[in-house]
């Protein structure tokens, strides 16, 4: 994939949990995107992304958002 798509992905995952409402759902997604990103984390071109998505990791895990997460 090429650093152009991804940047793609990466903008339709922000959106998909911008729309989405739904803590365990919004982390479903994210564990979804995750493959995508260690495909690719070995590489300083997408360090940016992996820094901007450590922080809405880090958002997302919280006590509602694990409470269903089956």
């Known amino acids: 994939m090429s650093l152009l798509e991804f940047a793609r992905e990466f903008a339709r995952l922000k959106s998909d949990l911008a729309a989405c409402n739904i803590p365990d759902v919004q982390l479903v997604r994210l564990v979804d995107f995750w493959?995508?990103?260690?495909?690719?984390a070995d590489n300083p071109s997408y360090q940016s992304y992996v820094d901007e998505l450590v922080p809405i990791i880090l958002h997302l895990i919280n006590e509602e958002s694990l409470y269903d997460l089956t």
Not at 35 to 40: A, C, D, V, Y
């Open 35 to 40: 493959p995508t990103l260690q495909q690719n």
